[in-house]
């Protein structure tokens, strides 16, 4: 059985993913800003409470993240698997984004995430053998509107996450990205909004309208769960994918982005969202 660490584990596909490796009899820890939502994944299955593990981490924050790295090692040693799947998304016209909210929107996503991931490498080059699990979303290979910071933030984890592959490869530990596409989660409900991105007088207001009432029209979303086994099946493989779509709809969208042009690509896009 493994170590695993999962961030962003208060909630979501996090503690989904936590609470389904705990009782295939992983220990797992689990880090998040909030210590009593972490509380309630732990007592959510009191049957394996004992194999889950609450730490509290702010990625954004780079005292936290050290904190807590260090804190986690000194009680464990090492840590076999770690899953980045702290993150949020910010929504809104990049022009009417102010610079400070695109900035928090990559300290969470990557700079948060690179610190974490840089902490937790050596210990696992140094025993050969360790996977490092990046959360990413099928906008990480493609667009949607008014989601351009986060998209961006998800394509910069797509590209960090193909490098990591290549340099740690020769010490045994592998790097894999999940890219989930619409599930149940409340990622769009909790979405942070851009404080100038639905002022009345934007010019962007009619065609966010749009958006917005046909992202609630697309259909009723996958079940999370199918991250968490996804998951546990990348922990379980003894040769990892770097690639796994998760959903019907982003292994559609991805086929059809292979195989038609970027300008149809983007005018079908436009046609279905605005």
């Not at 299955?45 to 954004?60: F, Q, R, T």
């Not at 409340?186 to 979405?191: G, I, L, P, R, Y």
Request: net charge neutral; charged share 20%; hydrophobic share 40%.
């Amino acid at each position: 059985m493994e170590t695993i660490l999962i961030t962003g584990a208060s909630s979501g596909i996090g503690r989904l993913s936590a609470i389904h490796l705990a009782e295939k009899g992983h220990q797992v820890v689990i880090a998040a800003r909030n210590m009593d939502r972490l509380e309630e994944t732990v007592h959510q299955v009191p049957s394996v409470a004992h194999n889950i593990h609450p730490y509290m981490m702010d990625v954004s924050d780079s005292n936290s993240v050290n904190n807590t790295a260090n804190l986690i090692l000194e009680d464990w040693g090492h840590i076999d698997v770690l899953v980045n799947n702290a993150g949020y998304g910010l929504r809104g016209p990049l022009e009417l984004l102010e610079a400070r909210e695109i900035q928090e929107q990559f300290q969470t996503n990557v700079f948060g995430l690179m610190e974490l991931t840089r902490l937790f490498i050596p210990e696992m080059r140094k025993r050969c053998r360790g996977k490092i699990i990046n959360i990413s979303s099928v906008v990480g290979r493609m667009p949607l509107p008014f989601n351009g910071a986060y998209s961006a933030s998800k394509f910069a984890l797509e590209g960090l996450s193909e490098n990591l592959r290549l340099e740690l490869a020769p010490f045994g530990i592998s790097v894999s990205i999940i890219e989930p596409g619409y599930f149940d989660t409340a990622f769009v409900t909790n979405q942070t909004k851009g404080i100038h991105s639905e002022e009345t007088g934007s010019p962007y207001k009619s065609y966010q309208d749009k958006y917005l009432h046909r992202q609630n029209t697309f259909g009723r979303p996958a079940k999370a769960n199918k991250v968490a086994v996804t998951i546990g099946n990348v922990i379980a493989s003894k040769s990892p994918k770097l690639r796994y779509l998760v959903g019907v709809d982003a292994h559609y969208a991805m086929f059809l982005k292979a195989i038609i042009p970027d300008r149809l690509f983007n005018y079908i896009l436009g046609k279905i969202l605005m």
